[in-house]
């Protein structure tokens, strides 16, 4: 998360603090089990992140096929109610309830609503 300086069709062409706060974030997973990690230019944030992060790849990681589908709809399609969600996906609404309510929305939530306003703090970016 930064700054993006020249943004191209090729990420490789691209340019700014974005892109290569990014590319540190990757390299620094390689050869780890790191899925998830948020990397801005703010290092009290930062390592806010590192923690919050862990904890939801950790909740992520143990997510069914069935469970990770249903966040994927859920968190693309916010313009849609949770029972149209569950007619595109053949399931009913509480079914698509239990699928949301197992895989830890709430606490998902919780995160994604934290990332948003440590970023939102930020009155530079």
């Avoid at 309510?101 to 609503?113: A, Q, R, Y």
């Amino acid at each position: 998360m930064g700054k993006i300086s020249y943004q191209s069709n090729s990420v490789v062409e691209s340019d700014g603090e974005a892109f290569l706060l990014s590319g540190t974030a990757l390299d620094s997973m390689k050869n780890t089990n790191t899925r998830l990690l948020i990397n801005t230019p703010w290092k009290e944030i930062n390592d806010e992140l590192l923690v919050s992060c862990s904890f939801a790849d950790s909740v992520i990681s143990q997510w069914s096929v069935f469970q990770a589908e249903a966040f994927y709809h859920y968190y693309t399609k916010k313009d849609l109610t949770q029972d149209e969600i569950a007619k595109q996906l053949s399931i009913s609404q509480s079914s698509l309830s239990r699928r949301l309510h197992s895989g830890s929305l709430k606490n998902i939530e919780l995160f994604e609503n934290r990332f948003r306003n440590l970023i939102k703090s930020k009155n530079d970016f």
